[in-house]
């Protein structure tokens, strides 16, 4: 019987472009390396203010930046990310906040189709869906649906986001988040030999696979399909 599986966690917000950079390469290694890969559905809107930070494109430099990093990234880690048209507006002023709580209702009762639900949200802003609306909640149906839930499950988590449950929930995993010392998203905490590992942002992946004591093979590690 070989070791048990080290913990990590990831979290994150549809929001962020960066966060869907390291959940596209973390869920591609989780069946390589010897991890538990959990997905934490945060706020990062809470997490900026509890931190004192602010988003990167209220900087004119860092939203020039911005716009070739993705370019780049795009084709280095074959993720289909763009930068939305009115980049502005999806970041300050729709926001997030009924995507990450109805991420948090499918964590809690469909866990399962957490990872189709979350990327399917990612690719309705940053994609081949580009300038969705993800605070309307029509968008967030049509998502659940192309990820492959229930028209019947998708419209009984949605009538849930708005209940202490499902808001506290979220709450604490923000808190947890800012907890372990984030101050932005992605974050990937990892759990080894008693000790806990924060890495912040998705440009960390060969520092965790040190610290994993795991091979590093690129961000599309041989026989994986990353074709999205």
């Known amino acids: 019987m070989g070791p048990l599986p080290r913990t990590l966690e990831l979290f ?4 962020s472009p960066y966060s869907w950079l390291s959940f596209e390469v973390l869920c591609r290694y989780q069946n390589i390396w010897n991890i538990n890969l959990r997905l ?22 860092k939203a020039q930046y911005l716009a070739s990093d993705i ?6 880690l074959q993720v289909p990310i763009q930068l939305p048209k009115d980049l502005f507006s999806v970041l300050l002023e729709k926001g997030s906040l009924s995507a990450m709580r109805f991420l948090t209702a499918v964590n809690l009762e469909h866990p ?7 990327r399917e949200l990612w690719m309705r802003i940053w994609s081949r869906v580009r300038d969705e609306d993800i605070s309307e909640p029509q968008s967030i149906l049509t998502a659940a649906k192309k990820a492959g839930m229930s028209a019947e499950q998708a419209r009984g988590l949605l009538e849930k986001i708005s209940t202490p449950t499902v808001k506290n929930k979220l709450k604490e995993t923000t808190e947890a988040a800012c907890k372990y010392g984030a101050f932005g998203l992605p974050v990937t ?7 806990t590992h924060m890495l912040f942002g998705s440009d960390r992946m060969e520092l965790l696979a040190y610290l994993l004591g ?9 026989a994986v399909n990353a074709r999205l």
């Not at 905490?189 to 000790?195: F, K, R, Y």
């Open 214 to 222: 795991e091979k590093w093979m690129g961000p599309v590690p041989p």
């Open 112 to 118: 399962e189709m957490l990872e189709k639900v979350s």
């Open 71 to 76: 370019n780049l990234l795009r084709q280095h």
């Open 40 to 61: 934490q559905p945060s706020l990062i809107a809470g997490i900026m203010k509890d931190s004192g930070n602010k988003p990167p494109a209220l900087l004119p430099r």
């Open 12 to 15: 994150y917000d549809v929001l």
């Open 189 to 195: 905490v990892a759990h080894m030999d008693g000790q």
